[in-house]
């Protein structure tokens, strides 16, 4: 079936640099794609959204690509903080049928940013 | 505005109990999901709610599992009876949006069965 996965279950960084997470997807008719952050102890936390038709999109010292050649989603974050640190998934719908709102998520990845 | 809540934060049963969690979404959104990370392995949909409706429930595992919504505000999930395979962490999520990737998650209830 669909699946989401990431390239790589942990990424650590210095407090300033840029961090970059990837994910891949098989679905190619997935036409909505999502970034989730979860810290402990909380529920995902959405970040940022991208529709299929477009291959970047910008948000407050995140930006996320989509790169639908290749089946490739990244996450980058400007800046990274120690407040940055989490467990970061992309997640994807597709829509049609019944079951559009329902998220396919990836295993994650976790970020640790040291200061 | 308040988040969505769930309740409780930890479970603790026997396998063969049974157990009722229980998700608060926020106050308006019309749909609420379910989904549940079990140990080691990625959070995965188990079902939809649009107000009181089961919109889609196909990432229910099994027959032991029943979600409610009656009145279309809170929603519960049984399970029963409690298997040791249940062991995990159960997220419910709301959405004003139907369809919206920009779902609401609550803390979730982490489920230990023994």
């Known amino acids: 079936g669909e699946s989401v996965g990431l390239h790589l279950p942990t990424l650590s960084v210095q407090e300033g640099d840029n961090s970059i997470i990837n994910c891949a997807y098989s679905n190619s008719a997935s036409d909505y794609f999502i970034w989730y952050k979860q810290e402990s102890g909380k529920g995902p936390q959405f970040i940022i959204d991208i529709r299929s038709n477009m291959d970047k999109r910008q948000g407050q010292r995140v930006t996320v690509l989509l790169n639908k050649t290749v089946k490739h989603l990244s996450l980058q974050i400007a800046a990274t903080q120690p407040g940055d640190s989490a467990v970061y998934f992309c997640a994807e719908i597709n829509a049609g049928g019944t079951s559009y709102g329902k998220l396919t998520f990836g295993q994650g990845t976790i970020l640790t940013v040291h200061p | 505005e308040a988040g969505v809540t769930q309740f409780p934060s930890h479970s603790v049963i026997e396998k063969g109990q049974t157990v009722t969690l229980r998700c608060d979404p926020i106050?308006?959104?019309?749909?609420l999901y379910w989904y549940r990370r079990v140990m080691g392995k990625e959070i995965k949909f188990l079902l939809h709610f649009v107000k009181e409706s089961k919109q889609d429930e196909s990432g229910m595992p099994n027959n032991r599992f029943l979600a409610e919504r009656t009145g279309g505000t809170y929603s519960t999930l049984k399970v029963q009876p409690a298997e040791l395979e249940d062991s995990g962490v159960y997220f419910c999520?709301?959405?004003?949006?139907?369809?919206?990737?920009?779902?609401?998650f609550g803390p979730g209830t982490r489920l230990t069965v023994t």
């Open positions: 999520a709301s959405s004003q949006v139907y369809g919206g990737g920009e779902q609401y």
């Open positions: 106050s308006g959104h019309d749909n």
